[in-house]
């Protein structure tokens, strides 16, 4: 009669003890599966996954060492299963699978003699799958044996667990993240994303030897707009600006509300545009008419100051105050235009 021997039982009760790492639930199962066969004496391990949604069970990681072939990959109807059947007549281990289940046809074909099956569950019940292991010759198992065969299930269930915890705090961690960098109104990103990123754009420009163009927009007249249409029809504008900007700037363009009617775009150097240019592209983008809450806005266009930032002269926060400065230079020049 198979038995563990003193390495694999220390082995077997180390892993039940030990939280699953994070890691793909293939490298936890296989191993598991070789230690199955050496305790059990069984010629094919497998691990299953079974969809109660759509009743079918899938063999996802088999071993097999003998006459008796489980393929990866199978899959059968669950309702007619020796799985199904198992779990609902609490008997999981049968050295002849003949005498108590001689009615499937699965199992005929198969020609399975010797059957252990365990489920797994997750924390909140759920069915998730069963660990089996079968044989085409009869094999009497202790109940030993049988105990690590559940030792090993727990060790599953409390590694998917473990992965669906850490998929929920990557998940809310990233929304977090996310709603920290994002303007709420606008949904571009937000003074301290802007920071960061244009740090991390100073950065990779240092590195590449490149210069940056970095432009402060401030909307003109946009105090009137509030005025005269509303805070409703203020805030709609502000959003049809910031979606201008993502429309018509390049991919790879920073492009952030700096606060209030502020916004901030930051350009990596290229040979087929000049500070100057910049600047003007983005005046132009900033006017024309603006269809808000079923009114249309004639608008003349926004304030706009560039620096030519050098890496190795500047960082975000001088970059930004010189950037607000030369803004308010140009507000003062359109307005000696006007007048």
């Known amino acids: 009669m198979p038995q563990a021997d003193a390495k694999t039982t220390a082995l077997l009760d180390c892993l039940a003890g030990t939280p699953a790492p994070s890691e793909k639930l293939e490298a936890l199962i296989y191993p598991l599966l070789d230690l199955l066969a050496d305790i059990t004496g069984l010629s094919s391990t497998y691990f299953t996954l079974i969809d ?105 269930s409390r590694y998917l ?10 998940t809310e961690n990233r929304i977090l993240a996310h709603h920290a960098n994002t303007d709420p109104l606008t949904g571009i990103a937000n003074r301290r994303a802007l920071v960061q990123g244009l740090e991390a754009r100073l950065q990779h420009a240092a590195l590449n030897g490149q210069h940056l163009y970095v432009a402060f927009i401030d909307l003109d007249g946009f105090k009137a707009i509030n005025d005269r249409h509303g805070h409703d029809a203020g805030d709609r504008f502000l959003i049809e600006l910031a979606q201008q900007l993502t429309r018509h700037c390049r991919k790879d363009d920073l492009i952030a509300r700096y606060g209030g009617d502020e916004f901030v775009v930051v350009r990596e150097s290229h040979t087929d545009t000049s500070e100057q240019a910049f600047r003007q592209y983005l005046e132009e983008l900033t006017a024309g008419q603006f269809h808000i809450c079923d009114d249309i806005i004639d608008y003349s266009g926004a304030s706009v100051g560039t620096i030519t930032a050098k890496p190795e002269q500047h960082d975000a926060a001088m970059l930004l105050s010189l950037c607000d400065a030369a803004m308010y230079e140009q507000k003062k020049a359109r307005r000696h235009d006007i007048t």
């Open 52 to 156: 109660e949604e759509r009743q079918v069970q899938t063999v996802v990681y088999a071993r097999n060492i003998g006459n008796l072939i489980i393929p990866e990959g199978l899959s059968v109807p669950w309702c007619d299963t020796l799985c199904r059947r198992a779990i609902l007549e609490g008997r999981r281990y049968s050295q002849d699978v003949a005498t108590h289940w001689g009615d499937s046809m699965a199992a005929r074909e198969l020609g399975l003699c010797t059957y252990l099956s365990e489920p797994v569950y997750l924390l909140d019940s759920t069915l998730y799958g069963t660990l089996c292991a079968a044989s085409d010759e009869q094999v009497t198992l202790s109940p030993e044996v049988i105990h690590y065969m559940s030792l090993f299930t727990q060790l599953i």
């Open 161 to 170: 667990e473990s992965e669906r915890l850490l998929q929920l705090v990557t």
